[in-house]
């Protein structure tokens, strides 16, 4: 890679062409003293269970209270279980975190979808779900992947507890301004190939720290053909490449899929709200700190062989050898990974076998791509010894889902059908990996037992999961796809 | 000490331990099973709960006793934004990281527990993880209002801190209560952008 590197803009006086994470920032900056980062508004605060408790803890030892309780929205997701709702939590420590959410969401007026709300879901999937979610605003989490809110032009990103405790109490932040990074993606998607696998093909590029300091802008000719949800897809795995966030600019396509939503604007509002909207875009002349292009029209379905999001190669390539690696520092992790993951250097990925299949997580839970996966799997049989576990995003996910036949689809093939939530992304709520099983995975992360201690995670789209768990082992997803092109 | 003050943080000097591994991320520093306590405290004992069931691991060796520092790789606290991976970190006994790079978010949490991240070059990585090899009982020393870090007896080296951040260490300020006073401003804009 060859990010070029113009040379940084003037910042001071008057904006002059100004990039989409510009325009945001520069609305949500309420003062700025020297030497220190700005104070940046938060429009939209989404909380779950996980990382909260410590917060609520600490505005009652403040005797704070959540100053704007109408800009923040919980749910549970993390460590809900998935199976029906009657059967008991995992444990007694996640029962209590849940029963601790309701209880600091009740004392501090804060709404929250509960797991009998016909709303919950993962934090990522329903905020845009209920048009929470919507173009200029700042929206924070204290969870990486809010950088899936980027999708609409927000701009997004994950906060700690700290952080979250001062939006609580502040609905504000301390913020340096990052660096921009343009991701120039342009040409058509070939066959077979998704949202899911020019996300990865970008972070092998640059790397898991490649975009660290950087809000990405992604932009190009295929990001603008991308449907909602896998443009959500591609910003959601921004923090894998290091980056604050994603950003994509708001266009025809963002809001039509809005439009009519719960929370979105309504009548005259809806007007003024598209008319500023559609201002959103990056000025011709802006420049960015960096810029990365990738060309679409070259790639293939992409599939992970590593311990990080970094490690992925075209599931028609051969694992890498580490003395293949640029620096002695990447051939290290190489060796790291392989040993961990127990893959046979130069061999091809394909083939290789697979235990789990995990379709799901705030990265591909969403109706195209449980579409997708049912394209693969319907009419064919999960394989003989293979786990395959279908979690829809939310509630609302799972309806519409069933409204379509989805369900009876997974549930003939052999895969599980899940209620909704975190599931087995981060194996906190009892679906886990077994020691030393290989799995196919549509989540965001393939650390070293993330799914599951000892557990072999393979990320990937949901059709090459989707082919993986009729194969029973690693497989091109063309293979298995109708001759409509898609 | 009230909510919101901490302990000032101006010097630091201490025995340090080596983890020579590039992109550690946040599951491995506490893995997610871990994430169900609703407190701060006790996540100590799981730092690392995976990798620490290897055989010699360096935070379990003898000498690692009363080690205050880690020494680590490239881009360390990747991944999620778990702030349990600093707090696990701060539980062991560590005041201060010192690796190659940082995940922003890492970083960010760190600062807000009294854990400082430091950024080095190359060259004087590599002086660490030398003196180290050949001195269990090596030390690094940090003065965080100079912005120096070095061995015990070696030279300085400058590192880079956000200015905002050093005063907030260097003070046993937290963010908070900056925030906080500057309620009338956040309501200044509330209004403007109504």
Known sequence: MTPTQPAAPARSGAPGPSTLFEKVWRNHV????????????????????????????GLRARGLRVRRADRTFATMDHST????????????????????LEQNCAEFGVRLYSLDSAEQGIVHVIGPELGLTRPGQTIVCGDSHTSTHGAFGALAFGIGTSEVEHVLATQ????????TMQVRIDGALP???????????????????????????????????????????????????GARAGMI????????WLEGRPFAPKGEAWRAALAQWRGLRTDDGATYDT??????????PMITYGTNPGMGIPVTANVPAPESAPTAAE????TKALDYMQLAAGKPIAGQRVDVVFIGSCTNSRLDDLRDAAHVLRGRKVAAGVRALVVPGSKAVKRQAEAEGLDVVFREAGADWREAGCSMCIAMNGDQLRPGEYAVSTSNRNFEGRQGKGGRTMLASPLTAAAAAVAGRVVDPRTMMGGDGT | MKPGEREPFTTLTATYVVLLVDDVDTDQIIPARFLKTTDKRGLGTSLFADWRERPDFPLDRPDAAGAQILVAGANFGCGSSREHAPWALVGWGLRAIVALSFADIFRQNALKNGLLPIA???????????ARAADPKARITVDVAGQTVGLVGGPAARFDIDPFAKECLVHGIDELGYLLARLPEIERHEKAHA
């Not at chain 1, 700025?32 to 408790?53: F, I, K, M, R």
């Not at chain 1, 504000?172 to 660096?179: D, I, K, M, Y």
């Open chain 1, 30 to 57: 309420v003062s700025q003293d020297d030497g220190a980062p700005a104070v940046l508004y938060v429009d939209l605060h989404l909380v779950h269970e996980v990382t909260s408790p410590q917060a609520f803890s």
């Open chain 1, 81 to 100: 279980p998935t199976l029906p709702r009657h059967l008991a939590m995992v444990d007694s420590q996640a029962q209590a975190q849940l029963k601790m």
């Open chain 1, 172 to 179: 504000c932040l301390l913020q340096s301004r990052p660096r």
């Open chain 1, 191 to 241: 066959r077979g190939v998704r949202a899911k696998d020019v996300v990865l093909a970008f972070i092998a590029k640059v790397g898991v720290g490649g975009a660290t300091g950087h809000v990405i802008e992604y932009c190009g000719t295929t990001i603008e053909a991308l449907g909602i949800e896998e443009r959500m897809t591609v910003c959601n795995m921004s923090i894998e490449a």
């Open chain 1, 249 to 256: 600019a708001p266009d025809e396509t963002t809001f039509r």
């Open chain 1, 291 to 300: 810029t990365v292009t990738l060309d679409a029209t070259r790639l293939v």
């Open chain 1, 331 to 334: 051939g290290a992790a190489i």
């Open chain 2, 120 to 130: 080095v070059d190359a060259a004087l990585h590599r002086r660490l993880l030398e």
